[in-house]
């Protein structure tokens, strides 16, 4: 059975067409993107009722998709290159991936 592995990426918003071509490229086709927010140097700063309140907080974006093992160090690198120095990435191994609707296990399921 060929590896799959689990690939997060936590992007600035503004990288998410340079993300989704790096996955293209190596036929990582399926992603859910979820709209988060994390510590950035960039806080915001907003008055509520005359109170100064700072929010060190920033919106960005977590993408996840399931990668074949041989190619993820490519997307990794590629993902890295399209963020530039802005975000993080992990990738976490699969033991196993079922497709509910087909019964596929392993990489068919991806």
Do not use: Q
């Amino acid at each position: 059975m060929v590896a799959v592995k689990m690939l997060h990426a936590l992007i600035p918003p503004h990288a998410l067409d340079a993300v989704r071509r790096a996955f293209e490229r190596h036929a990582v086709l399926g992603m859910t993107i979820i709209e988060v927010r994390g510590p950035g140097p960039d806080g915001h700063r907003s008055v509520h009722r005359g109170t100064v309140i700072t929010d060190d907080l920033v919106p960005c974006l977590r993408v996840e998709s399931i990668v074949h093992d041989e190619v993820v160090d490519r997307v990794v690198d590629e993902v890295a290159a399209a963020v530039r120095s802005e975000g993080r990435l992990w990738v976490v191994p699969l033991d196993l991936v079922t497709r509910v609707r087909t019964g596929e296990r392993g990489a068919d399921a991806v």
